[in-house]
């Protein structure tokens, strides 16, 4: 069997470690295989997908050490490896689906698929698709689709018995066909959810193994019916443990940063980031902790992966960072902090917000200090000077995170008009709201310009430091977070739930 492995991250946010940790095992396994590795982008998500965000991926990626035979920069023989540039192919699919009575339209509106949800949670039931439309005829479905009437289309489920998922690492999981959902395929806008254009990427694409994460296990079955509904043979399946936080709950960037930009803006070397990635859940056979990525390669293997959940260790990473900075020459180690904060590109936005003040160049370690470094020195009397009680402080940071966790152009106008719309909402002066996240971002109450410090920080580390000035006031308790949830409603928002991404 020739090797295919793959990642398919979503350009819909910052480029997640958690991307680059499923990224290195899947390469790793090919290479040490002599196979191929590929990367597709799953932009099916027209609302939330961004080139921007894509690009972001691809450099993140690259800078880490990792880079692929085949993907949408670089071309391949199963292209095109965007699916948003594959569309034909899933509604091919999709009807041959119909056709053989796999697959069948469904109109049911959001309101009452959420009241089915409801009425299901209350009876303590799974929360799945009640089958509504499954009994209409082809000349119902036909006139309402000439009527315009839109539609989805989603995928049969057998009403009883188990499926059975071949697992690598875990044997056979057995999931009851009761607990998978009539899964929508096709959404009513043409584009395919994942599960069918994971499945016939997979497929098209020869993909021989797929190494993703845990939480991909409850999907599974879906997955494994399409491949039998469209009798091919599925690859072979292998889950990954997920990264933990040190407290063992799930890798979340509301505990953790989880931004490849956000560690690389923090000068963490590409080297030792991969290298503590490939711990995770991972053990050389010679006990080594500390390794090159050829090394890793070289000696890799499935059975060494651990199923035990791998915690993402901050102060793991550190140590390891440091021991490979103590690696380098001197020569070395003064390159690489140039190529890090001291480069043309990193200093070319900040000259002009900072030549009109400055007198010495030895002006500029206290007046930039925050945009290249972390310690802002803050603690919570750091905001005691603001004319606002500290809960509405905190009230304003958490506001402000929410509503930047959902911006999807990383712009200084976005970013005004951001939180321009976040004061109106809440009847306060801009000049009020922005006070607090002055101190947030550089520990001070004047600063430089607000907007160009956030786009010069970016959005990983903006969002990072509102996140620790919130845990530096005492943080949010699950009744605050209710009483803020509910205020932040009132505001017209979608709500924190929308803001997070994977």
Known sequence: MTVRTRVAPSPTGDPHVGTAYVALFNMAFARSQGGTFVLRIEDTDQVRSTAGSEKMILDSLRWLGLDWDEGPDCGGAFGPYRQSERSDVYRRHVEVLIEAGHAFHCFCSSERLDEVRQAQQQRGETGRYDGHCLGLDDAEVQRRLSAGEAAVVRMKVPESGVCHI????????????????????LKSDGMPTYHLANVVDDHLMEISHVIRGEEWINSA???????????????VLAHLPLLRNPDR???SKRKNPTSIQYYRRMGYLPEALLNFLGLMGYSMADGREQFELGDFIASFSLDRISLGAP????????????????????????????QWALNREQLMPIVPLVKERTERFADLVATTGYLLGDNRGLSADSFAQLAMEPEAVLEVLQFALWRLEQVPDWERSTLVECMTSLAAGLGVKIRALLGPLFIALSGRPVAL????????????VTRARLRDAIDVLGGVSKKQAKRLEKRYRELGEA????????
């Open 249 to 251: 709950s799930k890798l």
């Open 311 to 338: 915690v993402f260790d901050l102060e793991k990473l550190n140590w390891l960072n440091g021991t490979w900075l103590r690696g380098l020459s001197d020569e070395a180690f003064a390159d690489r902090v140039v």
């Open 221 to 235: 079955p879906k997955h494994r019916l399409l491949y039998d509904y469209f009798g091919w043979t599925p690859p």
């Open 449 to 460: 310009p607000l907007y160009d410090s956030m786009v010069i920080l970016g959005s990983d």
């Open 166 to 185: 071949d697992d690598l690492f875990r044997g056979v999981i057995e999931i009851d066909y009761q607990q998978v959902d009539m899964q929508v395929l």
């Open 495 to 502: 709500g924190p739930d929308a803001a997070a991404t994977p």
